[in-house]
């Protein structure tokens, strides 16, 4: 349970509340003197927001730390992950579409490609493209060993996803990707001794797969990590009151959510707009949508400050659409920081919108910038607190104690 | 203990800290683009002590969570209400000077008005007078049962306190008052086995007492609430080493300060004015003054916003004989928010005020309002940080560590 304080605090009221995530929105100027992506880019829609509500700054996990993108939306949803220790391969089981019960052990793999020797000469089997991963995927699943059952699931490229089912699984088990080339995979580990078992039952499916992979020219080897099983999280019902849906074109974004008993609303398209046309479809099914807009964090990471400027004005030419929804809460922020200047993730604080009309105190902030938010009347504060922000502004709480 | 690395801490002199609290001083500006009641009063003198000394906003108990009163005042003073649970029937009884020692057990009381079925038909008895409600408040005090002895105590109108004392009681009670009319008063439940016996003895109680309530036209009957023993609070004593006082016209403020062990001064008057007279009178008897104006948290509640700016000002007005008396550290904020806008307590951050002329780090904002506040020096922080910071600029606090 994310806060054992709120649930005795919710009451219902028809409110709506929508958490409009760029990953990673903020950064860093690329020369000095200059301005981020954020501030760059003509953001009157956003401007406006910041001027009638409220702005600050978040810390996605802890101060100095930066979050990959589970963690980063885990505490955005209020799941401190510190706390809540989630596997990254349950994330990606989820994220298409595989169910990971308790019990169940998840994993990532990687197609690699080998050496006649069996040495990985690449980890990413030449960064394969997806078409022509899915029949390779599509004989994975055909791979099974006696006394449980394997589920495969294509991720993207040379990535997939694994869940193994069977009785007296343990998810405490090594990565088998030795993070080089030159070296054979490493074979699967236990790091306690209950899980001895089930490092044996990946080690043999791994061996089964290499035979049907045998003829592949860059597919032929495989390494797994981040093994993990469901770790039960309190729902966003449960834990909020709040019946939620997601908008996202990523799988990974979706597993988060799915994990947090969201509903993954389906949809053709990957532009902001197609986003917020979605939310407008559903917009009286649910009374929280978290949307997530993805390419902020890729042009971060490619070091494209001009996509990155590009991406967030896109954003706000279609944000009109979902204001005319007349949203009572709208939150628009990043889960971290992506500066193009140091093309990765970043523990730089986050940019932070808070509008909500009817109960917003309003700062005497007008635009929507790093510079700004730093000075906002919101603080800066743990990204943890978002969503009871989101609740109070929406009055979804009631008084605690008399 | 609220801090338990403050008192070894503790050092002696005789500067003299002033706590004066302005309930539900925070607020909201009515319409977009206002002010809010703080930033529309005209205070001179507060805007001086800013200009002079430092502000800040806190949080009074977590982001987004709305307080009731006596939890915000045990922030205020240092104990953290999710850590420290205190029922309202002690925060009552103590208001009202009953005592309540751990393995009694104290509710509040509501007469009420019943039909000739027994049902209630209003929950509050035509909310009847003060001098009216009194000498029915002395019948109740003769009612007593078999091996317990019972203490009443009237509040105001048509509420009292309760206090039961006797062996193997246990306050795991459910309310009596059903929160509605065309109903009879619930019986007292216990919510746990060991309480069941104590249940009872209460049950009875209302029957003997809806028996020398018989003939009254409007206070017929009785509901209790808020079951509760002494939640064993360290005094302010041992936790801050201050000898307090407490200066507030209302009840259950004074509950609380009594709860954490201020004396409580009595006095003549409701206004600031007889609030700091009283402060001038007691200066020389305590190092530490709790001084609570209730006034603003009622125009907040009524929604009367030029109420609240009024008060405000007649706060500011009275302020010169406070500062007369050249206190060494003076603190002015609130207990929490309470915008006219929304007619009731909110979570949004409370304006803060720190003067301590030979301490203090002055900041450059220049003015006592929300806006000023969020911009303080002092930041936005929990609430539960007050008594720290005044201990410390009061020069109470030695160094930690060599």
């Keep these: 349970m994310p806060f054992d304080y709120i649930p005795p605090l919710l009451t219902h009221n028809n409110k709506k509340i929508v958490l409009c995530v760029l990953d990673g929105l903020g950064g860093l100027p690329m020369i000095m003197g200059g301005k981020t992506a954020l501030e760059t880019a003509k953001t009157p829609n956003m401007n406006r927001l910041a001027k009638e509500g409220m702005i600050g700054q978040t810390i996605p996990i802890r101060p100095g730390i930066t979050p990959g993108s589970g963690p980063a939306h885990l505490a955005l949803f209020g799941y401190d992950p510190l706390q809540f220790d989630i596997g990254r391969g349950a994330l990606s089981a989820a994220g298409v579409g595989l169910k990971v019960n308790q019990g169940d052990v998840a994993a990532r793999g990687n197609f ?24 390779i995927v599509k004989k994975l699943q055909g791979v099974q060993i006696p006394g449980v059952t394997v589920e495969v699931e294509q991720v993207k490229e040379y990535r997939f996803a694994i869940v193994m089912r069977g009785p007296n699984l343990d998810h405490h088990l090594e990565d088998s990707d030795p993070q080089v080339t030159g070296v054979p995979p490493l074979p699967v580990k236990a790091t306690r001794k209950e899980a001895e078992s089930t490092a ?168 929507f910038g790093e510079g700004a938010c730093s000075h906002g009347s919101l603080g800066t504060f743990p990204a943890l607190n978002t969503i009871p922000l989101a609740l109070a502004h929406a009055e979804k709480l009631i008084k605690y104690g008399a």
């Design 112 to 135: 690699c490609t080998l050496d006649k020797d069996g040495m990985i000469i690449d980890r990413r089997a030449g960064r394969i493209p997806s078409n022509e991963s899915l029949p």
């Design 200 to 367: 044996s039952l990946f080690n043999q499916w791994i061996l089964e797969a290499k035979k049907v992979l045998a003829d592949e020219p860059k597919a032929n080897g495989i390494t797994l990590r981040g093994f993990a099983t469901d770790p039960g999280l309190t729902s966003f019902k449960d834990a909020y009151g709040l019946h939620a849906a997601c908008i996202a074109v990523y799988p990974m974004y979706r597993g988060v959510a799915k994990l947090v008993g969201m509903d993954i609303i389906q949809f053709e398209g990957e532009k902001p707009q197609d986003e917020f046309n979605t939310l407008a479809q559903h917009w009286n099914d649910y009374d929280f949508f978290f949307v997530h807009i993805k390419k902020t964090d890729s042009m971060g990471e490619d070091g494209n400050f001009d996509g990155k400027v590009h991406i967030i004005e896109s954003v706000d030419q279609a944000l009109p659409e979902l204001l005319n929804l007349k949203p009572d809460v709208l939150i628009i922020t990043g889960d971290h920081s992506t500066p193009c200047k140091l093309r990765s993730h970043s523990w730089h604080p986050v940019p932070f919108l808070l509008w909500a009309p009817e109960t917003h105190r309003p700062d005497e902030q007008d635009e």
